[in-house]
């Protein structure tokens, strides 16, 4: 007898070494952004000095007068070196510090945006998948058709729609003219929404507040939909592509041996084994997703980290940008730690490994 | 079973490719049929095509399969789907690719039970168990809960067996079964077939271009060149009296053990037809050392000439030039 030892008792090590790499990247990837932003021209003491309302009349000298003062009370005029241990310490004790512009605490402020952004994401995932699944089998199924030939057009054009062009499109047809659904922020005040994980279907839940959900759904179908065209026509393709190849194995030509209807092969053979390339593009593609995201929420004012991002980006406030690209890096990373585990799921020769 | 005029032709680039053409054969119940021939001969074609297999755009198949009453090649696919699998099954060659990667042995096997019939999920798995003991695999509660790559090679074509045999099927055509094995496993895997043969009174159909393997199992043999049957009968007549130069030609290509050692292994001159068009006599008159000018007329028909009473040939070679070929192809010099 000739067994290894079953996959899943190596499975949880795996687990463990995959997460032990997350803050690794985690610090590699502050580095990167808290060199980023000292390298962007214009620093946050300008911007807030000229940036005051009195500005104007303000003298030379009175503005370099006030950025010193800002530059002290912001812990700029330290060494960079210093100012980096300071960042690095931070982050390590989970405090994110405080926003240069009214002082928000940015773990706060990213504990409302990231669930926003989360359910943005995931959505359109799902959306995607949906899309993406469906176009992609059924021009497989029906290669060299007209079915086929159409499903991939428009999954090439979808494919390659910019983000914003599709926001900008779906607010003027849906919102503006049919006026079907809302193009703006993610629920509306009126129904006295009192966050409690940050998640709306989750809260919705724990606060006993049906009514919340609806509307929140109704938010999201347009930016969601706008974000997950184009991720969408690109899965169609790997779809489309990956049916034909398992199609062509030898295995699903053993299940017609064995009497089984076209949809039971389908179902029971061709899907899991060609879902493989599909959650490898989940994956990659989550990447660009949240890149989206960040055009998406601007485009639809929408607030979650993207949005957060744009406007610390925008007043050089440091402290935000690094916090929201941080969360954007974790939610990447985690998102590819449950890839890999779900490449085990899917396929039992790589649990050996 | 009764195969008439079956013809499988596939579209290509430069035409029809006529993989089969025109085979006339009778599977006798509980016989070992070995169908034998250089690859592109038709074998796997012919066997595909059985049970409808090699149904496609590009495919066409027409003929007769009887089975059971009724004609498969025009049966329809649903109709195909309940003698697929429960009448009539296959063990493929490369058992780990005809093998689902993500299902367990167990579960693969269960599968082909639940097909045709009402069998509940725990009932059929335990079936599955008693299958793959049943085929020889020491532990089958083990083995059933293994994936494909987990198993030697030896064990993944026992599933395959098993999975064939799971419906107790009257006919099993074994593909090859045991090229990718090694010599001592392909022993075993072709003692398991004669035996389920005898305990289960299975007809099996075993293709194979290995004579030797021929010689250890077969009851009866047919032998394809070109997509034609050009010579059947028992084992013993066309292994030790074949009456198709062919046949000689391909016997003689054995390498023997107790032969003369030469540098070349003997082989037939010239290689077997591949293209679209054929020539209107035998298909084998190019490579054959006894080919006369009426050799390219017609194909010869397939009747018993000089054999027993069932062992056919497409040959127009008279008895004492058969026994000429016979004796001069033993004495042959290695071919070019």
Known sequence: MNLAVPGSLRTPWMIVKRLAAVPLVMLALATMVFIAMRMLPGSPATSLAVGGGAASQSTAEEIAENEARINEALGLNESLADQYTTFLHDVATLDLGRSFYGGNDITKLLGEALPATIELTIAAMLIAVLIGMVTGVVAALRKDTWIDTTTRAIGTVSFSLPWFALGVLSIVIFGVWLRWLPVIGRIPNALDYHPFTNFVLLDAILQDRPELIWPWIKHLILPATTLALSMAGFITRIVRASVLEVLSDDFVRTARMKGLSGGAILRRHVLRNSSLPIVTVLGLQFGSLLGGSVITETVFSYPGVGNLLINGIMQRDYPIVQGAALAIALLFTLVNVVVDLLYLALDPRLRKA | ?336
């Open chain 2, 1 to 336: 079973m009764e195969i008439r005029d079956l013809r499988v032709e596939f579209d290509v680039p430069a035409g029809r490719l006529p993989a089969v053409a025109g085979i006339d054969l009778d599977l006798r119940r509980g016989e070992l049929l070995a169908l034998v021939g250089e690859s592109g001969s038709g074998k796997s074609a012919l066997s595909m095509s059985l049970v409808g297999l090699n149904r496609g755009p590009t495919a066409h198949i027409s003929g007769e399969v009887r089975f059971g009453g009724r004609n498969l090649v025009a049966a329809s696919e649903k109709e195909l789907r309940g003698v697929r699998g429960r009448d009539i099954s296959v063990v493929f060659q490369d058992a780990l690719a005809a093998l689902n990667p993500t299902q367990k042995v167990g579960d693969q096997v269960a599968e082909m039970i639940r097909t045709h019939r009402k069998v509940g999920r725990r009932d059929a798995w335990k079936r599955a168990e008693e299958l793959l003991g049943e085929v020889g695999i020491a532990n089958p509660v083990q083995a059933a809960r293994a994936y494909p790559h987990q198993l030697s090679g030896g064990m993944r074509q026992r599933v395959m067996i098993a999975i064939g045999l799971a419906n107790d099927p009257a006919v099993l055509i074994a593909d090859e079964p045991t090229t990718a094995l090694d010599v001592t496993i392909q022993a075993q895997v072709l003692k398991l077939l004669k035996r389920l043969q005898a305990e289960h009174g299975t007809t099996i159909v075993l293709i194979t271009h290995d004579l030797g393997v021929v010689a250890e199992v077969a009851d009866r043999v047919a032998v394809m060149y070109a997509g034609r049957v050009i010579e059947q009968g028992t084992r013993d007549e066309v292994l030790f009296h074949p009456q198709h130069p062919y046949t000689m030609a391909l016997l003689h290509s054995v390498p023997r053990v107790d032969g003369p050692h030469t540098d070349r292994l003997p082989a037939i001159a010239g290689s077997p037809l591949t293209g679209v068009t054929r020539p209107s006599g035998c298909a084998f008159a190019p490579r054959c050392a006894f080919a006369s000018a009426g050799c390219g007329d017609h194909m010869p028909e397939l009747l018993r000439r000089y054999g027993g009473s069932g062992h056919l040939d497409r040959c127009l070679l008279d008895e004492p030039a058969r026994g000429r070929a016979r004796a001069g192809s033993d004495s042959q010099a290695v071919a070019p």
